[in-house]
């Protein structure tokens, strides 16, 4: 009989010593983290210590993946959703020009005012679409160092989906929407 070599078991690092040794290695505070994600700060000590059970919640677990740079599945306590998310060609836009900038997630969270960090994971993580407000799609370009001709299409695609998502068909008024979108190109002045 031949000795049959039994594969050695894959050991998964439990999650919470894999959070905690992402802040450790990263030196991001715990009450950055815990905004980052959406969570009390007591919440991030009880999941590091862990006193409680590690969360089973998709978003909690997809906000933290987002913000580590990993994969929700290597959390054993992640369950894939039924709905996939859909990621738009605009937030890959955003995550190559992090890359080419050489920024982690948490650099670049870092790079925004506190109360904007949970929805910026929230974006990245294809939750919450780019927003429509100009002024705050401009903020994220400046952080990539992307210019206004860089930004401003992304921008208009937005914009046309959101008419589109109310209902209005943006062929059949095609002059009226190219009328508004030359206006809104002088103003931004986009070339």
Same mark, same amino acid.
């Given at each position: ?13 439990m999650s919470s010593k894999k959070v905690s040794d992402f802040l ?23 999941l590091i210590d862990n006193t409680i059970p590690f969360s089973t919640r ?7 993946? !987002?913000?580590? #740079? +990993?994969? %929700? ?5 992640? *369950?894939?959703?039924? =709905? ?62 992307? !210019?206004?001709? #860089? +930004?401003? %299409? ?5 914009? *046309?989906?959101?008419? =589109? ?27």
């Amino acid at each position: 009989m031949k000795s049959e070599q039994k594969a050695k078991p894959i050991i998964k690092e439990m999650s919470s010593k894999k959070v905690s040794d992402f802040l450790d290695k990263t030196g991001l505070h715990k009450k950055d983290f815990a905004e980052m994600i959406g969570v009390t700060l007591s919440y991030v000590y009880n999941l590091i210590d862990n006193t409680i059970p590690f969360s089973t919640r998709s978003t909690t677990l997809e906000r933290i993946a !987002t913000v580590m #740079e +990993i994969e %929700p599945e290597e959390f054993e306590e992640y *369950k894939i959703p039924q =709905e996939p998310i859909m990621i738009d060609e605009s937030i890959e836009f955003i995550k190559d020009n992090m890359a080419k900038k050489g920024l982690s997630v948490v650099n670049f969270l870092k790079s925004f005012p506190r109360k904007k960090r949970l929805e910026t994971v929230d974006i990245l993580r294809g939750a919450l679409p780019l927003p429509i407000d100009y002024k705050e799609l401009s903020m994220i370009g400046q952080v990539l160092d992307l !210019t206004t001709d #860089e +930004i401003y %299409p992304i921008w208009e695609n937005r914009v *046309k989906q959101v008419l =589109e998502a109310g209902g209005m068909n943006i062929y059949s008024n095609a002059a009226l929407v190219n009328s508004m979108f030359e206006c809104a190109k002088k103003y931004i002045d986009v070339k």
